[in-house]
């Protein structure tokens, strides 16, 4: 496949990071692709470069993807969600039994699995894995998992079966048990504190999974060690017992052309973060381009209505009118970035096409500035009582090419005589200001999530709020979906919330987000899990 170039390729990596890198490169680059893999080979460290540093390694708060991707890797979890069919299939969990309102789940467990200091994944540890993330731990800072609803309380029926209840009916909490935010830890893991599953603390993380950190230099590299004794793969999987790979060596790599430079010179093996405007060029070197969606809450503007400059819901149907989603697409990225035509992507469970509330008429915001009573000033930009249609919004870092993509949206904003100011994210009172409404009225996001329950992680109140929004009526939406065990009346109320923000006009749906990876020819078995992180247990290298 071929995808085209959006841009030239950023500048040669730096000489330091270069030196680093160097140090672990592998001795001969990669001299083509397209030859078939042979039989699994064990061995090898791969070199891995993340775009970002991980920030916490607590399960609830890995959404993050430097989080999640460290996560997905040492730890295993009750289950395991199909990437292709999203079927929730057995890991350490054997089998369960949902009753029939979905507020009592029980799970009956392998017995064999052990963390990496040798304690065993009981019933006792698994309750309490699932008591702090369902109910979190105040005293430790350590917060409710947003995948976890209407937690109420767990029982260790035997050493290898436990039991949890609901207050209310929790249909997504078998998915929850797939997902990073439930990897498994170590009862005394989970007795840290939140600083300190923390940057500098990464050695200390006890998990399940079929890797262990070793070594960590603060916010630059982390090496992890496959664990001899890892056994408990899904069992849906071919290869069972240790990773092929002896480990991984993660370096963290902030500049494109470092990440990109790097791999193409044999330097790295495989890189997160690839740029749209850089996949052709690694595609055309032979290297593997990999695009797993994240299946959830679409990369989107939110319009944060508690601003008094968005309160008239014809100022924000102006402004969904005034943005070309399209054009973002076709200047900015690639055919891995569909344009988006809901708040959810095309793949995510529930999904409905909101397109005819999404369409660019420049025209027909126009026309809704006039009736709200925005009259264009001398500049152009439209006023109101002495005050300009003047909006602020900052670049994500996490979203790919944040501030490009509003930098043409403030472009085409600009058309129907609103302005939008786009902000560097490191700026020092960036924290603080994207939680007021008035400094930060509009607001870049994603949430990637195979679940029901992704829509209500982002706009609930007491969830990610990213709307920072007030509306009784959307929560009230938003809590049906996540407690109607009835999976058909589940797809009709998160088509119901889809409706609720399009009319509403509380959101811009650009694009559905994926995460781009490359690879060199020479790596085999490139897996994600079921929203795009990197699951490195197939991983082999045949070179």
């Known amino acids: 496949m071929s995808r085209p170039a959006i841009r030239a390729v950023a500048a040669l990596a730096a000489v330091a990071t270069a030196a680093t890198l160097a140090s672990c490169a592998s001795s001969s680059a990669p001299s083509g692709s397209g030859a078939p893999a042979g039989d699994p080979v064990t061995g090898g460290t791969l070199t891995y470069l993340e775009h970002q540093t991980f920030t916490n390694l607590y399960p609830p708060q890995a ?6 991707g460290v996560v997905n890797n040492i730890t295993a979890r009750l289950t395991w969600q199909n990437p292709e069919t999203l079927e929730i299939e057995p890991w350490i969990a054997t089998e369960w039994t949902v009753n029939e309102d979905a507020t009592e789940y029980t799970f009956d467990l392998r017995g064999e699995a052990t963390f990496s200091d040798g304690t065993p994944i009981d019933a006792a540890a698994v309750a309490k894995n699932f008591d702090t993330y369902g109910l979190g731990n105040p005293g430790l800072g350590l917060t409710v998992s947003e995948a976890i609803n209407n937690y109420e309380s767990s029982q260790v029926v035997d050493e290898d079966t436990v039991t949890f209840r609901f207050s209310a009916p929790a249909p997504g909490f078998l998915q929850a048990t797939s997902t990073i935010n439930s990897g498994l830890l170590s009862p005394e893991t989970l007795d840290l504190s939140l600083e300190e599953f923390g940057a500098g603390n990464a050695t200390e993380i006890v998990g399940s ?3 262990v950190i070793t070594d960590e230099r603060l916010g630059t590299e982390l090496t992890f060690e496959a664990r001899e004794d890892y056994d408990w ?4 999987f071919e290869h069972q017992g240790r990773a092929y790979l002896d480990g991984i060596h993660l370096i963290v790599a902030p500049e494109d052309s470092v990440r ?5 010179a044999g330097q ?5 973060y690839v740029q749209a405007f850089d996949e052709a060029r690694v595609e055309s070197a032979g290297f593997e381009l ?6 959830g809450v679409n990369n989107s503007i939110g319009l944060r209505f508690t601003n008094p400059l968005l309160s008239d819901v014809r100022v924000r149907q102006a402004i969904v009118a005034g943005v070309d989603a399209q054009e973002v697409v076709d200047t900015i990225f690639t055919a891995n970035y569909p344009k988006a035509t809901s708040a959810l992507s095309s793949t995510a469970l529930g999904y409905k096409d909101e397109s005819s509330f999404y369409e660019y008429d420049p025209e027909r915001a126009q026309e809704l500035l006039d009736e709200a009573g925005w009259e264009a000033g001398s500049d152009g930009i439209r006023e109101k009582d002495g005050q300009r249609l003047s909006l602020t919004v900052y670049e994500a870092k996490p979203q790919p090419l944040s501030k490009q993509t509003l930098e043409l949206v403030a472009q085409q904003l600009k058309k129907i005589g609103v302005e939008l100011n786009v902000k560097s994210a490191d700026a020092g009172t960036y924290a603080e200001d994207i939680k007021d ?3 930060t009225p509009l607001y870049h996001s994603m949430v990637g999530r195979a679940d029901f329950d992704v829509i209500k992680s982002q706009f609930h109140t007491e ?12 929560d009230r939406l938003l809590e049906v979906v996540a407690s109607e065990p009835d999976p058909a009346k589940r797809v009709e109320s998160s088509q119901a919330v889809q409706d609720y923000l399009a009319e509403q006009a509380y959101v811009i749906p650009l694009f559905e987000e994926p995460q781009v990876y490359g690879t060199a020819p020479y790596v085999h078995g490139v897996e994600y899990e079921s929203v795009g992180r990197p699951l490195f247990y197939d991983v082999w290298l045949d070179k």
Do not use: C, M, W
Not at 268 to 272: G, P, Q, T, V, W
């Open 63 to 68: 959404g993050f993807y430097p989080n999640g």
């Open 463 to 474: 969830n990610r709020n990213t709307l920072l929004s007030d509306d009784a009526e959307l």
């Open 437 to 439: 409404p008035v400094k």
């Open 233 to 236: 793969a899904p069992p849906s």
């Open 290 to 295: 990999h695009a797993p969606q994240t299946r």
């Open 260 to 264: 990109i430079g790097s791999l193409l």
């Open 268 to 272: 790295a093996d495989y890189i997160r």
């Open 209 to 211: 999974g079929p890797f």
